[in-house]
């Protein structure tokens, strides 16, 4: 079974930067997208950054300017480089890869960001 690898999550101060990693433990075919997702307790997960195959990308309209999403589909990598964070940015961060074969998406286990100010 898959497991996508999420590393790189942390405590920073407000201004602060973070990349966060992830990579899948096997070689995954037909990735159409990859993203980054964020949850904070009690909310709903949402969309942070999204790549597709054919590298165009969307964020979310709270971190645009600030993140950037990357990937690169034949080492099944998605990154996402946050600069100038916020405290409002302090959530569980969760990478998510879709693939146009059963089970259609894969979902890391979640790393935290903590945003001081």
């Known amino acids: 079974q898959v497991q996508l690898v999420e590393s790189g999550g942390g405590l920073v101060q407000a201004g602060g930067s973070l990349k966060l990693s992830c990579v899948a433990s096997r070689t995954i075919q037909s990735i159409y997208g990859m993203g980054w997702y964020r949850q904070v307790p009690g909310n709903q997960r949402e969309l942070v950054a999204r790549?597709?195959?054919?590298?165009?990308?969307n964020y979310a309209d709270s971190v645009k300017g600030r993140f950037t999403i990357s990937g690169d589909n034949a080492k099944n990598t998605v990154y996402l480089q946050m600069n100038n964070l916020k405290p409002e940015d302090t959530a569980v961060y969760f990478c998510n890869i879709e693939t146009m074969e059963y089970p259609y998406r894969y979902w890391g286990q979640g790393t935290q960001v903590t945003v001081s100010s």
């Open positions: 790549i597709t195959s054919y590298d165009s990308r």
